[in-house]
């Protein structure tokens, strides 16, 4: 069984659209071999660390686990959702109501906002749990098309057109693999109202706190308003941190793409994509980041062209109302 594999080759070297979106259809119904949301957990990491890969289209372990993480925690302990396969309790519900007693944290609390001892012990188990059940999984229910991986190097590589394709789709792949989510979780807990159970499932991977990046941009750069020009002066809730591309379409939080912004561009900016000619401005920014030896680590897998086809890519998904300041 395809669950079982350590290592896993792509069987196909190119991929039309069409056959890309028949194997989706498969994966996110009912069809699929899969009877339990570690399909979709999957599906909204992939999605989530899009622009993290590497120049190999490479994604490793921890990058994935984590997202699968913070996904069952705030399905399992915030909301209560226990059921997450049919049969016996799924593993992933079992480590997060586990870890959750041992360490008697509220059921309130977002996974971003746990100590990171105990987030750094939920990712390695659960990463443990993947291995075993969900990468060779799904690997086999996309006819082995979709990424290959390997469990000793601990990296899945994205087929190059699949990759483009969830690039160029993502937001109505995002909202496909939500509702399937929430229905197979409707079915599993016998809770009786979907739409309920989609505001849950869309706001679990609900941006944490952005006040670090505050920080560290603040000690780099000019206390200045990134759209604006005006100075930040430090009082209370004037100074923001901005999603550049909007969060809501890259739904993970990469310093590249942050920026110091004010009140009021903020919130006049809001979910909209800046005029192109901020995208000169950010790209500049960056270059001075990357040349900054304490950055190195926080600039991950960055490259202008990533920043510049992300732009592009949320324009063709729906983002094309483009704000400017007035």
């Known amino acids: 069984m395809s669950h079982k594999l350590k290592v896993g080759e792509l069987r196909a070297d190119y991929l039309t659209d069409e056959e890309i979106w028949r194997t989706f259809t498969i994966v996110l119904s009912s069809k699929s071999v899969k009877s339990s949301t ?49 049969g016996k309790t799924a593993r992933v519900a079992t480590i997060m109501k586990e870890e959750q007693v041992r360490h008697s944290i509220p059921s309130q609390m977002v996974f971003d906002k746990i100590p990171d001892s105990v987030q750094v012990s939920l990712v390695n188990k659960v990463k443990t749990t993947m291995k075993q059940n969900v990468f060779g999984a799904l690997y086999g229910d996309t006819g082995e098309t979709f990424y290959a991986f390997d469990h000793r190097t601990e990296r899945l590589r994205f087929s190059p ?37 989609l505001e849950k499932v869309e706001s679990i991977a609900k941006r944490g706190s952005l006040r670090p990046y505050e920080k560290i941009l ?25 999603h550049f591309i909007p969060w809501s379409f890259v739904q993970s939080d990469q310093i ?65 109302v483009l704000w400017t300041r007035h």
């Open 161 to 197: 057109t699949v990759h483009a394709f969830m690039m160029n789709y993502q937001r109505l792949i995002v909202q496909l693999t939500n509702y399937h989510m929430a229905a197979m979780i409707e079915k599993l807990n016998e809770v009786p109202h979907i739409n309920h159970l």
């Open 256 to 320: 590249w793409n942050l920026v110091l912004a004010c009140n009021t561009c903020n919130t006049s900016k809001s979910d909209k994509l800046p005029r192109k000619d901020y995208l000169k401005t950010i790209v500049s920014r960056n270059e001075a980041m990357v040349a900054l030896p304490l950055l190195v680590g926080q600039m991950g897998n960055y490259n202008e062209k990533k920043l510049i086809r992300m732009y592009d890519y949320s324009i063709k998904n729906g983002y094309d």
């Open 218 to 242: 603040l000690s780099h750069f000019e206390a200045k308003c990134f759209y604006c020009g005006k100075k930040l002066t430090g009082q209370k809730r004037e100074t923001h941190v901005d």
């Open 38 to 86: 570690y399909k979709y957990a999957l599906m909204k990491a992939l999605i989530e660390n899009l622009y993290e890969v590497n120049e190999d289209l490479e994604l490793t372990y921890d990058q994935l686990a984590y997202t699968f993480t913070k996904v069952y925690w705030n399905l399992v302990v915030q909301h209560h959702l226990i059921y997450q396969n049919q």
